[in-house]
Every structure is written in C-alpha cells, then in structure tokens.
C-alpha cells in the first residue's frame, strides 16, 4: 500500500508530520511518499502541483493532504495559487465525494460557540459534492456587459452547472452512508430559485426510492443555516453542491469547538481518497508551533477505514484522540481553563503515546 504525502505550506508541514509519526508507529508495512504541493511547490518549481506531485497522487491508493494557501500568493494569477492544487488533484483524480464529519466531543463541549445542550452529543455528517457546481462550471471570465443593469461596465461571472450522473452519483453516497448511521439524510439545495438545484432535488427524491430505509427530507439552503446554528442534532447526513456544502461544512465545524478538530475524506468511484483536515493553512498561526494536529490525525484514520481497510488501526487512533482529550491536553484553539496547554508537537507525542 502506498501512501502520498502531500503537506503544503503554512502549518501543512507542521501538522502533517504529527499524523506520519501516527502512522510510523502502528507499523502496518506502508510506503510512505512525501511531495511539494501548493505554496511549497510554487516556490521549489513555480507551479503549485507539479506533474510529479500529480503523478505520485494518481499512483498511491490513498493521500494524505496538510493545507495549502497563503495570503502572500493573492495577487498571482489564479492557476498559480496554491489552492488551484487541490482543486486540480479534486479534478484530476475525480474525487467528488467529500465527507466532513461534524462531532463534538464531551471534553470539549464548552468550547463550541452553542450552548452545551444543543451540541452535547452532537454527530453529523455533511457530504459535499466536490467536483461540479459553480467552482468548475464554464464559462466562467470577465468581460464588458453587454446586457444588465449596467451595459458597458466590466463585469464577471461563473456558471452554476450540475449533470444528472454528478447528482445520481453522490445521492447514492449520502444514501449508503446514512445506511450505516442515523438512516436519515437532509438534501440542501436551492431549488426555489435556482434551476441547477430544481434538478438536484428532483434527482436525490428519485434515487431516494431506491433506499426506502432511509428517510428523506428536503431544505432551502438558507434555512439549513439557520437550523444547523438552532437545532444541529435535528441532522443525521446532510447532502449539499459544491458551494453551499464548502459553506455550511465550516459553520457545522464550529459547532463541534474548533474547525482543527475536524477531518475529511474525499473519495472517488474507485474508493481511492484524499484525506485532509478541513481547515485551510492558517497563516496566522503557521511555524509558531500551535497548530492542532488532531485534524489531520483523524483524517488519517479516515483514510485507513475508506481506503486502506484497516478499521481496527483507525478505531486505535480515534481511541487515542479521545484518550488525549481526556487527559485534559489542549492546543490554544480548545484550551480551556482547567486543561493543560500544549504545542502541535506535544499534542503529536502524546496520542503516539496513547497508542501504546
Ligand atoms: P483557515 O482554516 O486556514 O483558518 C481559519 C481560522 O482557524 C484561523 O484563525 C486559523 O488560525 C484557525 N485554524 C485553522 N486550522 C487550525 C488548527 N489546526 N489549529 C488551530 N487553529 C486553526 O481558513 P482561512 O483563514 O480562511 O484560510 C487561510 C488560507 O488557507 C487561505 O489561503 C485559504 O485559501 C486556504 N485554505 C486552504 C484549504 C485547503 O488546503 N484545503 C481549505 C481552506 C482554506
Ligand atoms: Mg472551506
């Protein structure tokens, strides 16, 4: 099994580098790759995913992402951002299911911005489409207005566009998914007004009748929002676009106390995944040696359950995740008085150690 190693920039290195040594020490005979991507590579080779960091990512049968962006690289044109890597590995690889588990653990209840009782206990899972929608729909660009309220002035625009596969495909996901959970699923969307989203409901009710065991419901993007702020375990899995699922994914990330608690898995039809905390770089708090870890640690446990089939191995670092927290150990993003103070590299060794 191969395993590639994709840190970035900005605390990318820093947190992937507590989830390899997690994964050196279960000793389960995997061949570890590391290479630049985003920013990193920019600088190294003035692309942000260069053909070899492609090539390693399409070859091994999982990946393990850090972070990429930073807000020094705004102001080069776009297809050399860094986060153009991983929309192209999203692209390249046709990773269109993202899941974003949303759990707050009972250590860390009162760090959420909910009140306790609205989040204790809290386990959601949101299922982004990550590969079509407004993000990747052409045609996309600027150009002087030829029409509108302002004929004449520059103006830009970007297409909001979904197939009937696209919808079929991540409907069957969010379904099978709910199977094994609360076995019921809410699809968001935007129907009211938006074409691309009358057809996604129309889709997800159709494929609905083929699982008769899970219950479906329907909600208008606007109030998902509102419901997941007022009643959040009101949810089980959520199925949403692109865009609003990228939205409402980081506010249900909040929910649970801090987004660097958070995982993620993106997978393809072929089960192959891309693993990754779903927070961004966090310039603000790069190399100052605070970043949480435990993110990127529980992503690689994602990775050994979908894409590795090593359940137990993920089980033992989800266990040692919560064996830490309960020692009362808390990078500055969940520290609360009454708990213990400690750096991206402490918080590594200790859930190593946890691991016994
Ligand atoms: P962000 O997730 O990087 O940071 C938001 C806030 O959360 C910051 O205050 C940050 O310090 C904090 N934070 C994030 N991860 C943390 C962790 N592990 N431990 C403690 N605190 C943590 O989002 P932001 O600021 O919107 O974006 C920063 C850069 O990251 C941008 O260039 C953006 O494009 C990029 N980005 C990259 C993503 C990716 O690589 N998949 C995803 C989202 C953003
Ligand atoms: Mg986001």
Same mark, same amino acid.
């Given at each position: 099994m191969k395993i590639a190693i994709l840190p970035g920039d900005g605390i990318g290195p820093e947190i992937v580098a507590e989830a390899v040594k997690v994964l050196k020490v279960l000793d389960l005979n995997f061949e570890l790759e590391t290479a630049l991507v985003g920013g %990193?590579?920019?600088?190294?080779? =003035? #692309?942000?995913?260069?053909?070899?960091? +492609?090539?390693?990512? $399409?070859?091994?049968?999982?990946? +393990?992402?850090?972070?990429? =962006?930073?807000? !020094?690289?705004?102001?080069?044109?776009?297809?050399?951002r860094p986060e153009q890597a991983i929309l192209g590995l999203r692209k390249n690889l046709g990773l269109f299911a993202n899941f974003r588990p949303a759990i707050c653990y009972p250590q860390l209840v009162d760090a959420s911005s909910l009140k306790r009782e609205l989040v204790s206990g809290l386990d959601i899972l949101i299922i982004r489409e990550l590969t079509g929608d407004i993000y990747f729909g052409q045609p996309r660009g600027r150009r002087i207005a030829t029409d509108g309220h302002f004929p004449g002035a520059e103006e830009a625009f970007d297409t909001m566009r979904y197939s009937r596969p696209?919808?079929?495909?991540?409907? #069957?996901?969010?379904?099978? %998914?709910?199977? $094994?959970? =609360? !076995?019921?699923?809410? /699809?968001?969307? $935007?129907?009211? *007004?938006l074409e691309t989203f009358q057809l996604w409901k129309e889709v997800v009710t159709e494929i609905g009748q083929q699982y008769p065991d899970v219950a479906l419901d329907h909600m208008y993007v606007d109030n998902a929002a509102m419901q997941l702020v007022k009643a959040p375990k009101k949810f089980d899995v959520v199925v949403t676009g692109n865009m609003f699922g990228d939205i409402l994914s980081d506010a249900a990330a909040m929910l649970t106390g801090s987004i660097g608690m958070l995982p993620s898995a993106s997978l393809n039809d072929k089960n192959q995944g891309l693993y990754e905390p779903s927070h961004?770089?966090?310039?603000?708090?790069? =190399? $100052?040696? *605070?970043?949480?870890?435990?993110?990127?640690?529980? /992503?690689?446990?994602?990775?050994?359950?979908?894409? +590795?089939?090593?359940?137990?191995?993920?089980?033992?670092?989800?266990?040692?995740?919560?064996k830490v927290l309960s020692q009362g150990l808390r990078t500055p993003d969940i520290y609360s008085d009454g708990t213990t103070r400690v750096g991206t590299v402490e918080m590594g060794d200790a859930v190593v150690k946890a691991l016994g």
């Amino acid at each position: 099994m191969k395993i590639a190693i994709l840190p970035g920039d900005g605390i990318g290195p820093e947190i992937v580098a507590e989830a390899v040594k997690v994964l050196k020490v279960l000793d389960l005979n995997f061949e570890l790759e590391t290479a630049l991507v985003g920013g %990193a590579a920019f600088e190294a080779h =003035g #692309h942000p995913l260069p053909e070899a960091t +492609l090539q390693l990512a $399409k070859d091994a049968d999982a990946i +393990l992402f850090g972070a990429v =962006g930073d807000w !020094k690289y705004d102001t080069l044109d776009r297809p050399l951002r860094p986060e153009q890597a991983i929309l192209g590995l999203r692209k390249n690889l046709g990773l269109f299911a993202n899941f974003r588990p949303a759990i707050c653990y009972p250590q860390l209840v009162d760090a959420s911005s909910l009140k306790r009782e609205l989040v204790s206990g809290l386990d959601i899972l949101i299922i982004r489409e990550l590969t079509g929608d407004i993000y990747f729909g052409q045609p996309r660009g600027r150009r002087i207005a030829t029409d509108g309220h302002f004929p004449g002035a520059e103006e830009a625009f970007d297409t909001m566009r979904y197939s009937r596969p696209e919808i079929e495909r991540i409907a #069957h996901v969010a379904f099978q %998914a709910a199977r $094994k959970r =609360g !076995k019921r699923v809410t /699809s968001v969307d $935007k129907a009211n *007004v938006l074409e691309t989203f009358q057809l996604w409901k129309e889709v997800v009710t159709e494929i609905g009748q083929q699982y008769p065991d899970v219950a479906l419901d329907h909600m208008y993007v606007d109030n998902a929002a509102m419901q997941l702020v007022k009643a959040p375990k009101k949810f089980d899995v959520v199925v949403t676009g692109n865009m609003f699922g990228d939205i409402l994914s980081d506010a249900a990330a909040m929910l649970t106390g801090s987004i660097g608690m958070l995982p993620s898995a993106s997978l393809n039809d072929k089960n192959q995944g891309l693993y990754e905390p779903s927070h961004g770089s966090a310039p603000d708090i790069a =190399g $100052k040696g *605070v970043a949480n870890p435990l993110a990127t640690i529980l /992503s690689a446990a994602m990775m050994l359950r979908f894409s +590795l089939n090593q359940p137990e191995a993920a089980a033992r670092i989800e266990q040692a995740v919560d064996k830490v927290l309960s020692q009362g150990l808390r990078t500055p993003d969940i520290y609360s008085d009454g708990t213990t103070r400690v750096g991206t590299v402490e918080m590594g060794d200790a859930v190593v150690k946890a691991l016994g």
